[in-house]
Structures are given as structure tokens and as C-alpha cells.
């Protein structure tokens, strides 16, 4: 119980901590504009995924973005060591969240619906 709950904390720190340093420390214009939406810490606290949205739908877009997050891992990992009070920063992994996109997507397909019923 006492470890779940320091994980979802550790999750919760490195999210903040994560969007503070992509807007005032990396310069890449390829990382402007993209939000953390979440973090999974593995138990021992040795690796973390951080699950990243942009607003852009091209997939030129999300290529650039996640080669630009890849090139910022190793300044991020940096800065996160010097923000956390913990022995040991965790490996970190850049996902691009899909689930705003598939929300956009079915409130496209039920606004198509709604208009078809309409007419």
C-alpha cells in the first residue's frame, strides 16, 4: 500500500516537473506545444513512461515532436535529478498518448451522426 501510493506520487511529481522543464528549459521548437498527460513509475521506481499529446494530427508532426523529446531525454533526466528528492532518477520513455486523438475522433463521428439525423 505505502509503495503504490509513493509511485503515484513520484508519477504525479515527474508530470509537473516534466511540463516545467519542456517550457522553460528546452529551446527544441520541435517539443513547443506539446502537454504531458501522464506518467507511469514501474514499481521500483527505475523507469518512467511519460505520455505526451500535441495538438497537431499530421503524422510528420508527431515524428518530429518525439525525435526532438528524444534528443531533450537526456537534459530532462538531468533536471529532474537536481528537482527530486530521490536516490535514484528514473530511466524515462517519451509515448505519444493517442486517447486525445481517439476522443476527437468519435466526437467527429457522433457530431457526422447527429447532423445526418437532422436532415
Excluded: C, W
Excluded at 509511485?7 to 521548437?29: F, H, S
Excluded at 534528443?71 to 520513455?93: D, F, M, N, Q
Aim: hydrophobic share 35%.
Amino acid at each position: 500500500m505505502v509503495r503504490s501510493y509513493r509511485v503515484g506520487r513520484l508519477a504525479q511529481e515527474i508530470q509537473r516537473e516534466v511540463n516545467d522543464i519542456l517550457m522553460k528549459r528546452v529551446r527544441d521548437p520541435r517539443v513547443q506545444g506539446i502537454t504531458v498527460t501522464g506518467v507511469e513509475v514501474t514499481g521500483d521506481l527505475q523507469h518512467a513512461t511519460i505520455y505526451y499529446s500535441i495538438l497537431s494530427d499530421k503524422a510528420s508532426a508527431g515524428e518530429k515532436t518525439q525525435i526532438g523529446l528524444d534528443k531533450a531525454t537526456g537534459l530532462i533526466r538531468r533536471e529532474l535529478g537536481s528537482r527530486l528528492s530521490i536516490y535514484v532518477t528514473p530511466e524515462i520513455h517519451f509515448e505519444r498518448d493517442r486517447s486525445v486523438q481517439y476522443g476527437d475522433k468519435i466526437d467527429r463521428l457522433l457530431n457526422q451522426i447527429e447532423n445526418e439525423d437532422q436532415q
